[in-house]
């Protein structure tokens, strides 16, 4: 039995009415920003409940575009955490700052406990990671950021629909980002991303900076960039929203699903700790295993389409040569990158495949 990583062949099987909202747009002539756009902007702003969305290229430009517009520019230092996907670091140094990393937490997430001691007289603003779709300790956060007169912009890139307590991420920081790259919960055909916010000034900003600072085809206000989202992909996005929740919930059940059917493997398997209040959409599944590579290597050898994200850290990149980092200085994160395995967990896996992807796992290490 195969159990499949990818899963988009799947997704979009059926998309006759994508094609048809496709050929409505086409009709108009609505290329760039305009109507379609505004509908999926609303759309999303209600969905995830906040007053302001921008649209963006991807999820990075819009993490860059989020860090600009709380004021990040050059000589000023970011936190965030170091087992993260590139970009969370690569935004950050995009507009113009310096990250500066915090372990990880055994929930994945950063260890909001290390977050004081890596504030400094530079430090401008905090940049979370609702890192795999679970949420990052936003509440502990907030109330470190203020106590400090710092910024908080969320990287929600990976979390559309995970919640604290019923509150959506993204809706915390003063500016968050999110991506609508293929293997996130809200995907297009394509890379597409949004900056959620509530604060009208940042609303402002950033609709003028992600269009060139254009007030009208003959003025600008300020020096901008090009970063709109393709109406084509807005139509996109629109569509899969419907249904986000549905998918969540499917992985979310299938997470469940493989925690109960790992718990009895507590030698060799650890599970990240879970609290209830956190509402996490697995964007990835990730796992803690001994013997993680010769494990990897055998549910391969079956089919099941293993993987790691990531092998090594940020601060130990080559990238990050020039912050000064060095191995054992985040000993989680680099604990962790040894040992997490992501199993395919998404909404086109079924309990069999489950059931299948078990089994291999227990005769690996009960033979
Ligand atoms: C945590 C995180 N931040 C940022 C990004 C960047 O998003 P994009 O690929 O849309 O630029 C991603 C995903 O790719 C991500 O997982």
């Known amino acids: 039995m195969r159990v499949n990583y990818p899963y988009l062949h799947q997704q979009f099987a059926e998309v006759d009415h994508i094609f048809n909202d496709l050929r409505e747009l086409v009709s108009t002539g609505e290329f760039t920003l305009g109507p379609y756009v505004e509908k999926f902007e609303k759309k999303f702003g209600d969905y995830i409940g906040v007053k302001h969305v921008i649209s963006t290229n991807t999820g990075t430009d819009a993490l860059i575009l989020a860090l600009k517009a709380v004021g990040v520019k050059a000589g000023d230092e970011v936190i965030t955490v170091a087992n993260s996907f590139y970009a969370s ?11 500066v990393f915090v372990d990880c937490d055994k929930r994945m997430q950063i260890d909001v406990t290390k977050i004081e001691s890596a504030i400094t007289k530079k430090t401008r603003a905090i940049l979370p990671v609702h890192w795999m779709g679970v949420p990052a300790d936003m509440d502990t956060i907030l109330e470190i950021a203020k106590r400090n007169g710092i910024e908080v912009v969320e990287d929600a890139c990976p979390a559309v629909g995970a919640e604290i307590n019923g509150k959506r991420c993204g ?113 990835l599944y990730v796992i803690r295993a001994r013997r993680r590579d010769e494990l990897l290597n055998f549910l391969r050898s079956k089919e099941i389409e293993c993987c790691i994200h990531y092998p090594v850290p940020l601060h130990l990149q080559k990238a990050a040569e020039n912050l000064g980092y060095k191995r054992g200085d985040f000993p989680e994160s680099e604990k962790q990158a040894d040992e997490i395995l992501t199993l395919p967990a998404h909404q086109y896996i079924n309990e069999e495949q489950i059931e299948y992807t078990l089994e291999q796992v227990h005769k690996f290490y009960k033979g």
Not at 171 to 185: C, D, E, N, R, V
């Open 89 to 99: 670091a690569g935004a950050i140094v995009a507009a113009g700052g310096t990250p």
């Open 171 to 283: 809706t915390f920081g003063k500016a968050s980002g999110f991506s609508f790259h293929p293997l996130k919960p809200l995907n297009v055909w394509g890379d597409g991303g949004a900056i959620v916010t509530n604060d009208d000034k940042v609303d402002e900003y950033l609709r003028l900076y992600r269009n060139h600072g254009m007030t009208d085809r003959d003025h600008i206000e300020m020096w901008g960039i090009n970063s709109r989202i393709q109406p084509i992909l807005a139509v996109v996005a629109s569509r899969v929203l419907d249904t986000v929740d549905h998918s969540n919930g499917v992985r979310i059940r299938n997470a469940k699903i493989l925690d109960e059917g790992l718990r009895d493997l507590p030698d060799s398997i650890e599970l990240p700790d879970r609290p209830d209040k956190y509402k996490s959409v697995y964007q």
